[in-house]
């Protein structure tokens, strides 16, 4: 990789070191995702594709062109800001790819009763065997795939996990379902800004938040219970939930619009009006704007837009050889005691914001905001002034 940024978080502690070579990071892990410890999986060969067109492998955007409102609430509706707080049960947060999937699967081998995952796409053969593997040692292993815009790259993965126990479903029919989240035992949730894509992981920007609050699992736990059986829901709030296609724009609105002196920004899209116009203002008051993002002419008129009010925005290169930003996270005044920061599987888009199912949190929490507010802070130093 042609630029080398490598923050290593656990549990709120960031070290960014740019540029520099013969540095080894990690949670005791190597980044290393995928093994062939379960050869008799039928799905070696995929190649990876998150768009709804072929132009770039590791995109995650969440554009559709419909969507029903059965994963709850009417998308006409945007409902108030949920709550921010620092959390009743611990957090910490990951950052890929540093940090490796090793945690990730550790939970899930770890299980003693039960496994939940709702995910945009699953590709990854490690999860897959471990995901097998728990089924059949008697622990209630149940996943959602998305159907809406994925079926076709998830069918064999699908097939594999119904073929050993698993209990798999569909996600509603007609709603995209962006959600990444691992839930196991009822105790533990993992809120990812990545979709489980082993061939996406080493050169990916994204976080995955560990959560336990005992409030936020339960809204996790009963919104899957809805999703799982195809039923309605509007999803509870948790602590500090923020989901699509409920409070999701109003949450994240709340971020940029608390910010005072500096507020960071991270996505993989800039197509919601709303969103830009609030960055905007953000800068014509005053406040420090900084936005890093993977290059994309579909961008160019709102990253000239922000820029004339006074936002500084910086892409990476759309190349294999380059990170790209894929994470989704928004970090106002870090440092300050009015800190707060949203990250999550919610791209900048009208789809993702008001039509399909999608998971993050908004928190208060100054350790996994010190983290994440390093990590940007680390790809915006390595990113490139835009110049339209």
């Not at 009010?309 to 106002?332: F, N």
């Amino acid at each position: 990789m042609r630029r080398l940024l490598v923050p290593v978080v656990l549990v709120g502690v960031a070290t960014a070191l740019a540029g520099c070579k013969g540095v080894q990071v990690g949670l005791g892990a190597s980044s290393t995702a995928s093994s062939s410890s379960h050869s008799s999986s039928s799905h070696s060969s995929k190649t990876t594709s998150d768009k709804t067109s072929s132009d770039k492998s590791k995109s995650d955007k969440s554009k559709s062109s419909t969507s029903s409102s059965s994963s709850g609430s009417d998308s006409s509706t945007v409902q108030a800001a949920g709550p921010a707080s620092a959390g009743s049960g611990a957090l910490r947060v990951l950052s890929e790819p540093q940090a490796g999937m090793s945690s990730v699967y550790k939970l899930i081998t770890g299980a003693k009763s039960s496994v939940d995952l709702t995910m945009y796409e699953l590709i990854d053969t490690t999860a897959e065997s471990d995901l097998a593997a728990d089924a059949k040692r008697g622990v209630d292993v149940r996943v959602i795939l998305d159907s809406h815009l994925e079926k076709s790259r998830n069918t064999s993965t699908y097939d594999y996990l119904e073929a050993h126990k698993v209990h798999v479903t569909w996600a509603p029919s007609g709603t995209t379902y962006h959600q990444k989240t691992l839930t196991v035992d009822n105790k533990t949730s993992v809120v990812m800004t990545l979709n489980m894509v082993s061939e996406d992981y080493s050169g990916t920007r994204d976080f995955a938040v560990f959560d336990t609050s005992k409030s936020d699992i339960s809204a996790i736990v009963a919104t899957f219970n809805a999703d799982f059986a195809h039923q309605s829901i509007t999803p509870p709030d948790g602590a500090d939930l923020v989901w699509s296609p409920t409070n999701s724009q109003a949450a994240i609105l709340a971020v940029i619009d608390a910010a005072k002196h500096t507020l960071s920004v991270e996505n993989e899209e800039m197509d919601d009006s709303v969103i830009t116009s609030a960055l905007e203002a953000d800068a014509r008051r005053g406040v420090d704007v900084k936005v890093t993002m993977t290059a994309d002419s579909e961008w160019d008129s709102a990253f000239s837009a922000l820029e004339k009010a006074g936002v500084h925005v910086r892409t990476y290169k759309d190349s294999d050889d380059v990170l790209y930003i894929h994470a989704k996270a928004v970090v106002a005044d870090t440092g300050s005691s009015d800190e707060q920061l949203f990250v999550g599987s919610e791209n900048f888009s009208n789809a993702s914001l008001r039509e399909n199912r999608e998971l993050g949190i908004r928190t208060t929490n100054k350790a996994v905001i010190s983290a994440t507010a390093g990590v940007l802070a680390a790809d915006y130093a390595g990113g490139t002034a835009y110049s339209s």
